[in-house]
Structures are given as structure tokens and as C-alpha cells.
């Protein structure tokens, strides 16, 4: 008897010991921290996959407990496939859900031999559809998709359902697209989604609830800034300051900034502030460093409210250099320089070559018959340089040279003939008048005549143009006629000096300036002219 008493002892200890470990095992829970509770809700005759929620289970130990409503007893989950309840590598698998499915199930990732986080997951298993199977409805203005509540992140297949009936024409993807949705859009959208396990098909559904919304009859928010695709100027490295100010007629209404349609965040040194003032909004976008990369991106400020999206857009633009607009603008002087510089230097050449070509043949005859009349006057000190000045270098350029008529006392006057008469009839007949000066002449003679009646043509009649031409240095014309002292006034003269015997000097292209373009019919005389006086370099 004592034996017998002493075995039954030994057993209820045993199973005392027993049913304390398994207490002990399944309430160490209180040791794990609780980080999630959620519930599900599925139908009877469908299967559920069940990951650990932990992103890092697979590496990780994660097993699985639940508390079954029917029992109340807590049980430990197995890892036999042949059972309809069981899980493998951390993910847990509900076949062909019953009634009695229905309780709490619980992940319990082991982070250490000792310390654990749990996942709890109270599932509901209904025998027929209710509305309480709903997924969070989509009440939308103009919904563009609705995506499937059930197998995210699971290689599955999926169909879609409207009020229980199959859409056709779908694309079997896990959110559904809608097409220019209305009132007739509304209604109970379910998704199967089939997968497999150990080679048996399985499905699970999941439904949702589309409710259109009229469109707010209340005017939309606008934009006070910025301006839609403007540019603001800034530099690499610099802090920028963005502001968006909104006028809202809404109350529930968000403005935020994204870049490349991507939310910017603070540890990357972007700040976003709104501020609310008198029924605006300001949403400011402070930007610590401006980098290369901002740049080259978008930057929208968006305007959220519970009928549509709208925004604006502001694109970042390095501040130009202005060391190209500065170069460019001293070669653009410099350039300018020089080609002043040559203009001015040939201008001269190139108006006697265009006087050449546009005026000589279309000039019609006046009348005249010489192209200048030469007056001068020499004492014993200048008599050599003006005779060598009129009879060499004058009469060779103009005359053989460029072929211009000249009349000269002493070489086309006849003996006998009436000074006076003589001296205005050739004035008359003349273009030009060429006074010669010379240092020291207190007048032009012989004879003086022809210069006052010169002076007389030029200055009273407006008649003839006069050509001052001085031969060496002269401090002053105080020594000269008044009136020709009013000619030198007025334009300077063409100051002479040895050396510039030669057509192409720039004295005689001054010279040829002047004067005017000789006649057609004494061009017949230049027929032993040389041909460089026919045509002198411009």
C-alpha cells in the first residue's frame, strides 16, 4: 500500500512539474514586449498566409502560440504540414479556415534566449459574407485604382469582383484600375487572390467598398506663390528659403514641398514650416545647403484637400559666372576698338573708292572746264619750295596722275590777255580754288586779284570749294586777308612736307578728298598715265 501511495506521490509530481513547465513556457510571455495587436477577419473554407511581422523573422527565430475561443486553452503551433494549422520558416498557415479557428494568434520573435517581442492577431473566421468582413473603405472624388487588401507581398494570382460578380476585361493584378468612375462605380469590390502551398491551391479574398463623393461645390484653394514652372536663382552651398502661400477655403487642406515627387526630410537639411495667417496658408521650405542634385531636380509645392491635388513647380538655377560676361564684354570693346580704328584709319580710302565708282559716271557736266584753279605767292625765301611744290608734286599727282584739270598762271594764260578778265573768267570755270601758304607771305600775288575775286566766290556767291594748302610751319594767320582768315576758321589746311611726293601718301588722299571727281572726257588724256594713278589704292 505504501508503494502504491509512494508511486501515486511521484506521479502527481511529475505531472505537477510538468503542467508548471508548460505554465511557465507559454506565460514567460509576460517577459516579451507587445509591439502590435491587430485583427483579421476571413471566411470559413479559405486559407491564410500569416508572415511574422518582423522584417528580419526570416533570419530569426519566430514561433508561433494562439488561444482558441472554443478551448480557451493556449496551445503551442507545430511545424507538421499535415495539420491544417501549422507554420514554417516563421510564416503561418491557416487551411481551409473552420469556425473553430477563430482566436488570438501570437508571433513571438526571439530576439534572445531570453527576451522576446510578440506579434498578437485576433482572427475572426465568418461562416458566410458579412459586412464586417470590409476592408477600410475607398470613398473617393475620381478614384484611379483600388488595390487588394489581402496577400501583399505574396506570389499569388488575382480576380476581381463587383457586387460578387466577375469584372471582365481585367488585368489580374493585385490593384484594380478605374476608368471614368461616377455614381455607377459604387459598390462592394472583392479580390481572390490563389496561391500555393505543398503543391494544394489555396485562396483568400478580401473586399472593399467604393462610395463616390460629389465634388465640393466650395471654390478650390489657389496659389499666391510661386509662380507655376519659374526659376530661382541661387548658388552651390548657399541657404535657400522657398515659400509657398496658399489662399484655403477648406479646413481640412494640406501644403507640403516634395523634390522629384519625393517628401524631403529634415535630416537631409530640408525644413518644412507652415505658418497660418487670415485665412492663408505659408508653407516654407528651408533648404540648409543647396546641392548639385537640387539643381538638377523639381520642386513642387502641393496643395492636398478632399477633392484633388494641385501644385506648382520651381526649378533651381546656379547664378551664371560673370567672368564670361565680362570677358566677353572687354573682347567686344577691343573688337569694337579696332574696327573704329580701322574705319577711321580708311575711311578716307574707302569713300574716294565708292566716290569713284558711284559718282564719277553718273555725274552730269556743270559747265566747267577746269577742276581747280591754283592760286599762289612766294618772296625770295619760299620761291624755290612753292615752284617745286606747284610745278613738281601738284601738277604730277593731280594732273598726271589722278587726271584733274588745273589752271596755273604763268603756264595757261597767253600773253597779251586782260588780266582781269582772265582771272574771273577762269574762277568761274573752276571747281575748286587751291590757295597755296606759305610762312611769312603777307599776300597772295601776282596777282592779288585772282584771290580777292577767289575769296569773293567762296565766301559771298557760295560758288567754289576752297583747298588751304600750307607749306611748312606758320605760327599764326594774323599776316593774312581777313577773309581768308575766316576760310582757315573754318577748316584746317592740308599741311605739306617733303616726302609725300607719292599719290598713296595720305596728304594727297586728303587732297583728292576735296576735290572733286574729274570729268569723264578728260580721262581720254590719261592714256599715258601709269596704271597705278588710274587706280590708287583705297
Same mark, same amino acid.
Given at each position: 500500500?505504501? =508503494?502504491? @501511495?509512494?508511486?501515486?506521490? %511521484? %506521479? %502527481? #509530481? &511529475? !505531472? !505537477?512539474?510538468?503542467?508548471?513547465l508548460a505554465s511557465y513556457q507559454f506565460n514567460s510571455t509576460v517577459e516579451c514586449k507587445t509591439v502590435n495587436k491587430g485583427t483579421m477577419k476571413v471566411r470559413a473554407g479559405e486559407s491564410l498566409y500569416f508572415p511574422c511581422p518582423n522584417t528580419d523573422s526570416y533570419n530569426s527565430s519566430c514561433d508561433w502560440w494562439r488561444t482558441l475561443i472554443s478551448t480557451k486553452q493556449d496551445e503551442q503551433i507545430g511545424t507538421d504540414e499535415n495539420k491544417h494549422v501549422h507554420y514554417h520558416q516563421s510564416r503561418l498557415y491557416i487551411l481551409w479556415l473552420t &469556425?473553430?479557428?477563430? @482566436?488570438?494568434?501570437i508571433g513571438r520573435w526571439w530576439k534572445e534566449k531570453d527576451k522576446c517581442v510578440e506579434y498578437e492577431t485576433d482572427i475572426v473566421v465568418y461562416e458566410e459574407f458579412h459586412t464586417d468582413l470590409l476592408y477600410l473603405s475607398v470613398p473617393e472624388v475620381k478614384p484611379s485604382v483600388i488595390a487588394c487588401p489581402v496577400c501583399e507581398k505574396q506570389q499569388a494570382t488575382f480576380i476581381w469582383y463587383k457586387n460578387f460578380a466577375l469584372i471582365p476585361n481585367q488585368e489580374f493584378k493585385n490593384v484594380l484600375r478605374i476608368h471614368d468612375s461616377s455614381k455607377e462605380s459604387e459598390g462592394i469590390y472583392t479580390c481572390v487572390c490563389t496561391w500555393e502551398h505543398n503543391g494544394l491551391k489555396h485562396n483568400t479574398s478580401g473586399s472593399r467598398r467604393l462610395t463616390i463623393i460629389d465634388p465640393s461645390p466650395s471654390n478650390p484653394p489657389q496659389f499666391q506663390l510661386p509662380i507655376n514652372n519659374s526659376i530661382v536663382i541661387t548658388d552651390v552651398g548657399t541657404e535657400l528659403i522657398l515659400v509657398c502661400s496658399v489662399v484655403f477655403v477648406c479646413d481640412d487642406c494640406h501644403v507640403y514641398w516634395v523634390r522629384n515627387e519625393t517628401t524631403l526630410d529634415e535630416e537631409d537639411g530640408y525644413k518644412q514650416e507652415n505658418r497660418f495667417r487670415d485665412g492663408n496658408v505659408q508653407s516654407i521650405l528651408s533648404i540648409t545647403k543647396v546641392s548639385e542634385l537640387d539643381l538638377r531636380s523639381e520642386f513642387c509645392c502641393i496643395i492636398e484637400d478632399d477633392y484633388e491635388e494641385i501644385f506648382v513647380s520651381v526649378t533651381l538655377k546656379s547664378r551664371a559666372s560673370m567672368l564670361p560676361v565680362i570677358l566677353a564684354c572687354v573682347c567686344t570693346f577691343l573688337l569694337v =576698338?579696332? &574696327?573704329? @580704328? #580701322?574705319?577711321?584709319?580708311?575711311? !578716307?580710302? &574707302?569713300v574716294l573708292f565708292l566716290r569713284e565708282i558711284f559718282i564719277k559716271f553718273n555725274r552730269k557736266e556743270d559747265g566747267k572746264l577746269y577742276d581747280a584753279y591754283v592760286i599762289y605767292n612766294s618772296d625770295e625765301t619760299t620761291s624755290k619750295t612753292v615752284s617745286d611744290f606747284v610745278n613738281g608734286s601738284l601738277l604730277t599727282v593731280l594732273e598726271s596722275y589722278c587726271g584733274f584739270k588745273l589752271f596755273i598762271h604763268g603756264r595757261d594764260d597767253l600773253p597779251g590777255e586782260d588780266c582781269m578778265n582772265l582771272v574771273e573768267t577762269k574762277i568761274q570755270l573752276s571747281r575748286r580754288l587751291i590757295i597755296i601758304l606759305t610762312p611769312g607771305s603777307s599776300s597772295i600775288s601776282p596777282p592779288a586779284y585772282d584771290l580777292q575775286v577767289g575769296l569773293h566766290q567762296a565766301l559771298v556767291q557760295g560758288e567754289t570749294g576752297v583747298i588751304l594748302i600750307q607749306l611748312g610751319q606758320m605760327q599764326d594767320y594774323t599776316h593774312l586777308p581777313l577773309g581768308l582768315q575766316h576760310l582757315l576758321c573754318k577748316n584746317n589746311p592740308l599741311l605739306w612736307r617733303d616726302g609725300q611726293s607719292s599719290p598713296n601718301s595720305r596728304f594727297w588722299k586728303r587732297v583728292r578728298y576735296r576735290m572733286p571727281v574729274a570729268s569723264s572726257h578728260q580721262r581720254r588724256s590719261l592714256k599715258k598715265i601709269p596704271q597705278e594713278c588710274q587706280s590708287l589704292p583705297v
Open positions: 500500500m505504501r =508503494l502504491k @501511495g509512494t508511486m501515486r506521490m %511521484m %506521479m %502527481m #509530481i &511529475l !505531472l !505537477l512539474t510538468e503542467s508548471v &469556425l473553430n479557428d477563430t @482566436g488570438r494568434y =576698338l579696332v &574696327l573704329s @580704328g #580701322i574705319v577711321k584709319w580708311f575711311s !578716307l580710302d &574707302l
